[in-house]
Every structure is written in C-alpha cells, then in structure tokens.
C-alpha cells in the first residue's frame, strides 16, 4: 500500500471530505495539521506548490487537493496509485 500524506486544517470540510473517503478504503495517512504553524505551512507549500488545504500526496508525490483525489476516484485512478507500491 502507497504512503499517503494529508495536510489539513482542523475545520476545513474539505480536508474531512478527503479523510472520509481514505478512511471509507481503509487507507492509513499522516495528518500534518498546518492549523497555526507557519512552518508546516511553508513545508506544505513549498512541498506541493499550493496554497490550501487539503494538500494530498502519495508516495510523495503531490496529486492536489479534495476534488483532485475524488476526481481521481471518479477515473479509477486513485486505487491503482495507491496500490501502486
């Protein structure tokens, strides 16, 4: 099973939305919550090129936010990267 990392906000429907969905496929994540840390903010930033959140990645490689990763879904592309490990 891929690596998934999720950068979120405490309140932020979005990054519920995408947590539900990995959670509904019984996928573990690392949460990186950027909630009042500039820092890893920065680090989520610099890491994915944007600027809100959710910013999602798989085996460290940046696929974007809530409505890339269901689009993903959608094409039936998200359960082959994320079992592409």
């Avoid at 429907?13 to 995408?18: E, H, N, T």
Wanted: hydrophobic share 35%; proline share 6%; aromatic share 8%.
């Amino acid at each position: 099973m891929a690596e998934v990392t999720i950068y979120t906000t405490r309140w932020c429907p979005f990054c519920i939305r995408a947590k539900m969905l990995l959670d509904h496929k019984q996928v573990e994540y690392t949460e990186i919550p950027v909630d009042g840390d500039p820092e890893k903010r920065q680090e989520m930033t610099r890491l994915s090129g944007g600027h809100t959140v959710p910013q999602i990645f798989i085996d460290e490689t940046p696929i974007g936010g809530c409505d890339d990763m269901f689009a993903l879904e959608r094409q039936g592309q998200l359960d082959e990267l994320l079992n592409a490990s």
